[in-house]
């Protein structure tokens, strides 16, 4: 990572959906104001209401 950009992956171990818990991440997301997911290009504000699948693991590229 660099001072404005970084590299984050979340990976959902449940057998169920589940949202992203923004609030566990704040130390690494602090200052960032978008959130690239790099398999799908889909760019976002924020990670709150994100949900992932079971199983699934998403990159996201954070930008200051």
Known sequence: ???SQKIMVVYNS?????AIPAER??????GCNQFKDIMT?????????TKLAPKETRIFELSK
């Open 1 to 3: 990572y660099t001072d």
């Open 14 to 18: 449940l057998e169920k959906e589940m």
């Open 25 to 30: 991440y704040l130390e690494m997301t602090a």
């Open 41 to 49: 290009g889909e760019v976002m504000n924020s990670l709150n209401q």
